[in-house]
């Protein structure tokens, strides 16, 4: 018997609980043993979920009671030429995906940005938040509580930037809902994402709010921060980085690359993307942006539950005066980082590589910067490309010749 049928024989016999099976062997040894008593147990076979191509410790911070690793296919878009605060010149996309068309979309919409000279971008606001949610005695208790806060902003910011070398806070605003007083903290997270920075941060500086008011902490995240839901406060204010990428397309390239017109693309984008998204009810007016940011999420090791804010986008459409099209895609709330979580892993170290953004940048977050941008060229890239296929009636069309 091997030391993993072992192990898993254990497990089964209760002598080992599935969590504990690193302490009696590497992480390969422990994956192994779970995926031989899961595989037993559940009849599945898992040959392929064991065929990963990295040491399994490295995934240890990101995963528990592992057993393997699911591939998804990895493709690119572009080269794409950028024009960013961060990030200037020909880029590759990575896009993670099981859907079929996306990325064949996303690379026509490149090259149309291409043929027009490229994509402008920018990050227009910068900063993660964490919002704890404090209960008072009342709407007297919660005024004073918000006017402390106000008066003491410069020792919140000390007690929190006490607890990280890199994080800076940015602000702390104060919301008040009866008894009920919110502290939504706004930090500077430079190339992290930032959630776990911030929290840990918020946690200090709580502790000296219970020291010094009569205010009780009821929950360090009071969900006004807003994480991983559709909420108005992170369309409007932000979180994160809010970027935007444009480009201004002459009629004649519109016409000859994507059959329709300036025109076409323009009414379809407010029909569809603006009054339907609004008669929908929806946070996002745009037509698949999500798709962009899912893909760029998985190939570069974003955290992809806050693919939920990075759907946060509006899409404009315009004929300019002289006849052409500008296209825009704003993203209220995109949540990156090129250093930390699952940007460690080997295959998404490699998908940041592709974009020449792995890791810390110079000056500090210039690189966080940059993925934001490139994400955001590409989700333009990806509106393009499916307005115009509206517009010449080919949606369906392209999905049945690519075997969809």
């Known amino acids: 018997m091997s030391l993993a049928e072992d192990l898993a024989e254990r497990v089964r016999e209760g002598e080992i609980r599935l969590h504990e099976l690193e302490d009696h062997t590497d992480a390969d040894a422990a994956a192994t043993a779970r995926r031989l008593l899961v595989a037993d147990e559940s009849g599945a076979d898992l040959e392929a979920t064991g065929a990963y191509a990295f040491?399994?410790?490295v995934a240890e911070p990101n995963v528990e009671n592992m057993v393997g690793a699911v591939q998804i296919p990895l493709g690119v878009a572009g080269p794409v030429t950028i024009s960013g605060g961060a990030l200037s010149g020909d880029r590759y996309l990575p896009l993670a995906t099981t859907e079929g068309a996306l990325i064949a979309s996303v690379n026509r919409g490149c090259g149309?940005?291409?043929?027009?000279?490229?994509?402008?971008?920018?990050?227009?606001?910068?900063?993660?938040?964490?919002?704890?949610?404090?209960?008072?005695?009342g709407i007297v208790e919660s005024e004073a509580l918000a006017a402390w806060t106000r008066d003491n902003a410069d020792r919140l910011r000390e007690a929190a930037e006490s607890t990280t070398s890199h994080g800076e806070v940015t602000d702390v605003t104060p919301y008040v809902v009866g008894n009920n007083v919110y502290l939504r903290f706004r930090y500077d997270t430079k190339d992290a994402m930032g959630m776990n920075m911030a929290t840990i941060a918020t946690g200090e500086a709580c502790e000296l709010i219970e020291a010094e008011t009569d205010a009780s902490l009821v929950a360090l995240s009071g969900n006004l921060c807003t994480d991983k839901k559709p909420a108005?406060?992170?369309?409007?204010?932000?979180?994160?980085?809010?970027?935007?990428?444009?480009?201004?397309?002459?009629?004649?390239?519109?016409?000859?690359?994507?059959?329709?017109?300036?025109?076409?693309?323009?009414?379809?984008?407010?029909r569809k993307n603006l009054v339907g998204s609004a008669k929908a009810g929806s946070l996002g007016f745009n037509a698949h942006v999500a798709n962009v940011v899912a893909a760029m999420f998985l190939a570069t090791g974003q955290d992809e539950a806050q693919v939920v804010e990075g759907a946060n986008a509006i899409t404009t459409a315009e004929v300019t005066d002289g006849g052409d099209l500008y296209v825009s895609v704003s993203i209220a709330s995109l949540e990156v980082g090129t250093v930390g979580g699952g940007t460690k892993l080997p295959t998404q170290a490699e998908g940041l590589e592709i974009l020449g953004v792995r890791g810390g940048g110079e000056p500090a977050g210039s690189n966080a910067d940059a993925l934001a941008e490139a994400i955001t060229v590409g989700a333009l890239a990806g509106e393009l490309s499916l307005l115009a296929a509206l517009g010449s009636r080919h949606l369906s069309s392209a999905h049945a010749d690519l075997g969809r």
């Open 232 to 270: 108005a406060i992170n369309a409007i204010e932000g979180r994160g980085r809010s970027v935007t990428a444009d480009v201004t397309i002459p009629a004649e390239i519109v016409e000859d690359r994507l059959h329709t017109t300036p025109g076409a693309v323009a009414e379809i984008n407010t």
């Open 112 to 137: 149309v940005l291409d043929a027009a000279g490229g994509a402008n971008a920018r990050v227009t606001k910068t900063g993660m938040t964490r919002a704890p949610v404090f209960k008072t005695d």
């Open 55 to 57: 040491d399994a410790a």
